[in-house]
């Protein structure tokens, strides 16, 4: 069974242009989160979708978005890039209800210069 | 809002030996969930354990087993037996329902693990 897929693994962006990142899930996982871990922040949520609908966002400014497609894909987009914006971004995927714990990604780096 | 402190920013152990990672958590639900997760240098996250808060008992994963005291709010992971491949960061974290389906995980600041040939 194939494990929860992010791409691309390393990516680096000029400050002001924007950024999408891909994320597959587990197949059968219908539930998308998005975390962002840097050193100083640690892991904080971003963003948990669910059938193509957000069902949950953090404490993250507009210029964090994301969708999810009809199987269960998601992407998560930032615009308008800053500095602090540099971390890793991990993708989880779970069954309809989490509480059996996530299966995440491998990140994507994201690197703003 | 829920939080996860872990204590240690650093642990070390000797190959073969028991190491105990801490973790207490703020909370005021009485339904949740906690898990540990492991991060090597790969960057994945993995699940290493999980304890659902209503059960009383320890939850055991092989090698791993934990330390839950609900009334202290405390939850540790205990390693037996460690070996080089244990060597990661060790995540501890919170999971309640936050509305619409959701159970969003709130994580500790982390543990580094060595492990000592």
């Known amino acids: 069974k194939a494990g929860v897929t992010q791409t691309p693994r390393y990516l680096i962006k000029t400050r002001g242009q924007q950024v999408t990142l891909s994320c597959s899930p587990i197949s059968g996982h219908r539930s998308v989160s998005w975390y962002q871990q840097t050193p100083g922040q640690g892991l904080q949520f971003l963003f948990e979708y669910f059938s193509e609908t957000q069902r949950n966002k953090g404490n993250f400014p507009g210029r964090f978005s994301g969708r999810q497609f009809s199987n269960s894909r998601s992407e998560m987009n930032v615009s308008t890039l800053e500095l602090g914006d540099s971390a890793l971004y991990l993708c989880?995927?779970?069954?309809?209800?989490?509480?059996?714990?996530?299966?995440f990604g491998s990140g994507t780096r994201l690197t703003v210069v | 809002a829920q939080t996860v402190t872990q204590s240690q920013p650093e642990m070390s152990v000797q190959e073969a030996e028991t190491v105990t990672l801490s973790c207490t958590y703020d909370?005021?639900?009485?339904?949740?969930?906690l898990f540990w997760y492991k991060q090597p240098p790969s960057r994945q996250m993995i699940l290493v354990i999980r304890q659902e808060a209503y059960k009383q008992q320890n939850a055991t994963e092989n090698r791993f087993s934990v330390n839950f005291q609900k009334a202290a709010k405390s939850f540790s992971l205990k390693i037996s037996d460690s070996q080089l491949g244990d060597a990661a960061m060790y995540f501890c974290?919170?999971?309640?329902?936050?509305?619409?389906?959701?159970?969003?995980?709130?994580f500790g600041k982390g543990t580094k693990l060595s492990v000592i040939p």
């Open positions: 989880a995927s779970s069954l309809a209800v989490s509480t059996v714990g996530y299966t």
């Open positions: 909370t005021s639900e009485s339904d949740y969930y």
């Open positions: 974290a919170y999971s309640a329902y936050s509305g619409a389906g959701s159970y969003q995980l709130t």
